[in-house]
């Protein structure tokens, strides 16, 4: 990535940096001494995973200089279409993102932003009597939260991806 501009590599420091804390979270929840805290650095590493995917989206607009403050695919490609342009590296996340490590990784960040459904009907409530309500909801069943071995593999994978599309990328 020589030669590139000072905006450009702050936007690929920044998508490096959430990949580094992700990197951080695994290294946390492998050193967790309790399931409430393995949780934690699990949904924690998801969370970057997911903001170095916006973070990467915004690298792309930049390299394809469009002026979108929050990019998506679908506002990159419908800018991109407005001047008939294609973008080898957005077509590239739309595949990972329908069936791939990316649509399993958006999968986790969805369950971590809604809680599933717990496996037993009641669930003590604050007031109750239930006790420690953060304790309870984090001792349910976190069957849905892949483990930080998973996790791990993805962060590599992108970083994998990102530095193939990277050098795929030219400065104009």
């Known amino acids: 990535m020589a030669g590139k501009t000072r905006v450009a590599q702050y936007q690929a420091d920044r998508t490096n ?7 951080l979270a695994c290294r946390a929840a492998e050193e967790a001494s309790n399931k409430q805290l393995y949780q ?11 903001g ?9 607009s930049h390299y394809y200089g469009l002026a979108i403050a929050e ?7 419908a800018a991109l279409a407005q001047s ?5 590296e957005i077509q590239r996340l739309e595949q990972l993102l329908d069936s791939g ?26 007031g ?9 909801v984090v001792t349910l069943s976190n069957q849905w939260l892949p ?3 998973t996790i791990r593999e993805w962060r590599q994978q992108f970083l994998a991806l990102i530095e193939q599309l990277r050098a795929g990328m030219a400065e104009y």
Not at 17 to 23: G, P, T
Not at 40 to 50: P, R, S, V, Y
Not at 52 to 60: D, N, P
Not at 84 to 88: A, D, G, I, L, Y
């Open 17 to 23: 940096q959430k990949l580094y804390f992700c990197r």
């Open 40 to 50: 934690g650095q699990c949904e924690t590493a998801i969370f970057h995973l997911q």
């Open 52 to 60: 170095a995917l916006l973070a990467f989206l915004q690298e792309l």
């Open 71 to 77: 990019p998506t695919i679908a506002s990159i490609k």
């Open 84 to 88: 008939t342009q294609v973008s080898p």
């Open 101 to 126: 490590f990316l649509a399993e990784v958006m999968r986790a960040y969805s369950r971590c932003q809604y809680a599933p459904k717990p496996d037993t009907p009641e669930v003590a409530t604050a």
């Open 128 to 136: 109750q009597g239930g006790g420690d309500l953060i304790v309870n």
């Open 147 to 149: 483990d930080d071995a």
